[in-house]
């Protein structure tokens, strides 16, 4: 059983800067791609990025191509997500998912964090 936890997020404005982390336990974390989620109340959950296990394969949804950056240390146990440039629509609640392929769909993740919220300003 993998445990997830998110830290990092917080308020900012528009065009800032903000650095989630998601630390894991109880797993073999090198195992395990690791992927990043967001979502608004009342919407479904937004795929935002992935890493395959071991950092070679990283993908992004359309959103945010160009202004994040997934990256991981296997070992720290940890996946990040650099967000750069930030827009107002990039506020959610931001979750990082961890299953044994890459994909982009959050049914392949099996184990998922408490998620951490991120605000962005005008």
């Known amino acids: 059983q993998v445990q997830l936890v998110e830290t990092g997020g917080g308020l900012v404005q528009a065009g800032a800067s903000l650095r989630l982390s998601c630390a894991a336990s109880g797993g073999t974390f090198s195992r395990y791609a690791m992927a990043w989620f967001r979502q608004v109340p009342g919407k479904e959950r937004e795929f935002v990025s992935a890493i395959s296990w071991s950092g070679g394969s990283t993908f992004y949804g359309d959103s945010v191509k160009g202004r994040f950056t997934i990256s991981r240390d296997n070992a720290k146990n940890t996946v990040y997500l650099q967000m750069n440039n930030l827009k107002p629509e990039d506020t959610a609640v931001y979750f990082c998912?961890?299953?044994?392929?890459?994909?982009?769909?959050?049914?392949?993740?099996?184990?998922w964090g408490q998620g951490t919220q991120v605000t962005v300003s005008s």
């Open positions: 998912a961890a299953g044994l392929l890459v994909r982009l769909s959050e049914n392949e993740y099996d184990y």
